[in-house]
């Protein structure tokens, strides 16, 4: 089932590939504005861009989650998946990490390359993919609950960021904080193991979350 459920996300990604080159377009735009506007202080944009990569990373998250689950909803395939005797949790599972792998990731494998053209420098470099690695499949969980929690709202594209932006704040806050206690010399550990132990609070339970709340939201 696990196979059968990868290929259908990933014939599914294939047919639809502005999913995956829009979080990217969308990316590499928002970073290259910085620079025409703060001008060439490398400086500044060394201290700025780590920062602005984890907003344009926020911004994606967003972007992708606001409406994931409509055309389910819309096509009736929740609710095939509710009353099937299949593991909705590990679908729902399976989906997380699906969306991640063709969203996020590509963005994380392209940090190199924004590092070397900002002048980043390699220590702060690895802590903002490591960083990344932990934190972005926290947003994407959180941005498909917030999607599941607005289903069937006729203004869920504006509710959606509203209730899911503040859970996106400790996961900014951490990873700024080991971001800047790197680039300045000083132990990063400590945020690194709080990330890490939100990622293996909030991805186990997601899927047990997103099914009562999808069944709540199709109730209601």
């Known amino acids: 089932m696990i196979k ?47 920062g602005v990569i984890w907003i344009t990373a926020i911004l994606t998250t967003l972007l992708i989650s606001n409406n994931f689950f409509k055309e389910d909803f819309n096509s009736g395939i929740i609710e095939i998946y509710l009353t099937s005797e299949s593991s ?31 002048e980043i420098p390699f220590s702060s470099s690895i802590i903002l993919v490591f960083t990344l690695l932990l934190g972005t499949p926290i947003l994407i969980s959180i941005g498909l609950f917030g999607s599941a929690l607005t289903l069937g ?13 503040p859970f996106y704040i400790p996961v900014l ?19 690194i193991y709080i990330l890490l132990a939100l990622l293996m609070l909030i ?18």
């Open 4 to 50: 059968t459920i990868l290929l259908k996300e990933l014939s599914i990604y294939i047919r639809n590939l502005n999913s995956v080159f829009l979080p990217l377009i969308f990316f590499f735009l928002i970073i290259s504005i910085f620079p025409l506007v703060l001008g060439p202080d490398k400086v500044l944009l060394n201290k700025i861009i780590p």
């Open 88 to 118: 909705i949790e590990l679908i729902l599972f399976l989906r997380i990490i699906s969306c991640w792998i063709f969203t996020c990731l590509p963005i994380i494998i392209f940090i190199p390359i924004v590092s070397l053209l900002f």
């Open 153 to 165: 709202l006729s203004r869920n594209n504006i509710l959606t960021p509203i209730l899911i932006i």
């Open 173 to 191: 806050v951490f990873s700024a904080s080991a971001i800047e206690s790197v680039s300045i010399g000083l132990p990063y550990y400590s945020q």
């Open 203 to 220: 991805l186990p339970t997601m899927p047990y979350l997103l099914k009562y709340t999808l069944e709540f939201s199709i109730n209601n």
